[in-house]
């Protein structure tokens, strides 16, 4: 709960009074409160940042249920930072204990996994360490683990989704209700988290394989398998509107390594400077034994420095491979894991190339299962040597939960929404609807602020769209990517703020310290001031 509790409610620190945010939920939770505040007031769904805009290609599920609560006066604020978090913790804590008892019904296991669900880490310390002598922000350096879950909350509910199916492919029996139950829950991972649906997917699909691969009837495979693409199918087109995201290019392209060549390559990472060099090298002169040793040894660190000490359960699942003694379960849920890695490795995504490492994720997570085991078997054994070593890879797990305990439970987040632009954008939220042009991000501004800062100057985000309910000219230059969308015009537009463009805006939203170019003198009977305090300058543009 330290991870997203203190986060949206309103404090005052060193006379500094605002709704305070730590961590991403700066930018990713406030993206999420705009989609909800602004998308769902038309049909088809719009863009909170890029007004006149349909939302596609983005997951927006959680986003709507927050909606419809808000039209039962639960605050989104609430419901985001507050609500959802104790609900997921109630269904995530009963599902991973049902979920462990199906697989070893002894304490050991059930606690293990418990664990390594909630406390799971990287060996990303191990890089801070040798770099800078401390583990202290190591927490952000590899892809994210179990203490971050509630950084990302459509994230943390996939994951009860997909609990779900893990309960579901464990039953000896398989009828229609739990066919339709398992393409329901792969529709709304979809729904939460693209990479999700995607692991769901992977993970029925191979379950339907073994099925009919032992069960030998080709009727009941066709059947399940069509009420899984129909699912899948209306999923995608429902949540992602396909055709339309399509038209900025393909959303994943082929790159292999692309991702895991900087482990070795960023000084703050695992640096190779002789071997990157001599991989370059390589490269220019074709594939080759030594250039696919370099790429091995990279993939390998990779892994190792992600996994942490979960690689122990892909060892296990290894060892237990080769003897053959794997049953279907193992093979379903470890050869999903291999099929994550496999699209982190070798895909890239558009608007943000790195995205594709949320595959991964759902890897690491699914790793758990088998260090648990692993650790269950050790422990079985009740010999002082097992209890060292399962003593050894605790205290090695545990290491980047203190690093996010530093960052959460400092006295006031990085970023707040000050009480003067709380006031202002609740005066907008009261105005008639209309488009808001607000300033672009200016990087430049987080030298002029100390922490904490103002939203405006800590991060590229929606917060105007996300407290106003009004969508933006144009914001967030990231989730734009993201979406597909093509914003450079009206991005070169506000650079400098001209009558050119008043009749395509509502409302300016001028936020005195951001220092913005202005050349409002020819039009000045074109705009009003209707709000005005130390901070916020709100301007009417008449019609």
């Known amino acids: 709960m330290l991870i997203i509790f203190p986060s949206g409610s309103y404090y005052c620190f060193n006379e500094k009074c605002g709704i305070f945010f730590w961590g991403a ?30 939302l596609s290609g983005y997951n927006y599920l959680l986003d709507l249920f927050i909606f419809i609560l808000s039209i039962f006066h639960i605050p989104a604020l609430f419901t985001y930072f507050k609500l959802l978090p104790i609900i997921w913790f109630l269904l995530f804590t009963t599902l991973t204990i049902i979920f462990a008892r199906k697989i070893r019904d002894t304490v050991w296991f059930v606690g293990s996994l418990l664990f390594f669900v909630y406390f799971g880490g990287s060996f990303s310390y191990i890089l801070t360490l040798y770099h800078h002598g401390t583990i202290w922000n190591s927490g952000g350096l590899v892809a994210q ?18 609990l779900g199916i893990l309960i579901l492919i464990k039953r000896k029996r398989i009828g229609l209700k739990e066919s339709l139950l398992l393409s329901i829950f792969v529709a709304v991972n979809i729904g939460l988290k693209f990479y999700a ?37 209306v999923s995608i087109f429902l949540f992602y509107n396909p055709f339309q995201s399509l038209k900025s290019g393909s959303v994943f392209s082929f790159s292999p390594l692309s991702i895991v060549h900087p482990f070795i390559e960023e000084p703050e990472l695992f640096y190779l400077k002789d071997t990157t060099n001599a991989r370059y090298f390589l490269q220019s002169k074709g594939i080759g034994p030594r250039l696919i040793g370099i790429e091995l040894l990279t993939l390998t660190l990779f892994l190792i420095f992600n996994f942490g000490t979960r690689i ?24 999903t894991i291999i099929f994550s890695i496999l ?16 595959f991964l994720y759902y890897g690491i997570f699914l790793s758990n299962i088998f260090v648990a085991l692993f650790l269950n078997d050790i422990l079985k054994k009740r010999k002082l040597l097992n209890y060292i070593l ?10 980047i939960d203190f690093d996010l305990i530093k960052v959460f439970s400092s006295l006031s987040g990085p970023a707040y929404l000050p009480k003067q632009e709380l006031q202002a954008l609740d005066f907008l939220k009261n105005q008639p609807s209309g488009t808001v042009l607000t300033s672009p ?39 734009l990517r993201l979406t597909g969308t093509d914003f450079t015009k009206r991005l070169n537009e506000t650079h400098v703020w001209e009558c050119s463009y008043l009749d395509k805006i509502n409302y300016i939203y001028d936020v005195k310290s951001t220092r913005q170019p202005k050349n409002f003198e020819q039009c000045q009977n074109k705009i009003r001031l209707i709000f005005n305090n130390s901070q916020v300058n709100i301007y009417l543009v008449m019609k």
């Not at 705009?34 to 049909?43: D, E, T």
């Not at 032992?214 to 693409?229: D, N, P, Y």
């Not at 982190?344 to 790195?354: A, S």
């Not at 800062?453 to 105007?464: E, G, H, K, R």
């Open 343 to 358: 699209l982190t490795i070798f895909f890239v995504q558009k608007g943000e190339w790195w995205n594709t490492i949320q």
């Open 390 to 399: 399962v003593f050894c890879i605790i205290t090695l797990t545990i290491p």
């Open 441 to 479: 991000f200016d990087p430049t501004l987080t030298k002029h602020f100390k922490q904490p800062m103002p939203l405006f100057a800590s991060n590229d985000n929606s917060y105007i769209a996300a407290f106003s309910g009004k969508p933006l000219y144009v914001a967030d230059e990231m989730q």
């Open 25 to 54: 939920h700066s930018h990713d939770a406030i993206w999420h409160l705009a989609i909800a505040a602004v998308s769902f007031h038309s049909i088809p769904f719009t863009l909170p940042n890029f007004a006149g805009t349909v």
């Open 197 to 233: 649906g995607i692991i769901s997917l992977i993970i029925v699909a191979l379950f339907y394989l073994f099925l009919f691969l032992s069960e030998k009837k080709l009727s009941s495979f066709f059947v399940r398998f069509i009420i899984l693409a129909i699912f899948t199918i």
């Open 145 to 162: 683990q179990a203490g971050h879950t509630l950084i990302n909350l459509q994230y943390a509910f996939s994951l009860i989704f997909l």
């Open 312 to 335: 122990f359960g892909l060892c296990y699942i290894a060892v237990y491979g080769l003897r053959k003694k794997l049953n279907q379960f193992d093979l379903i849920v470890g050869l």
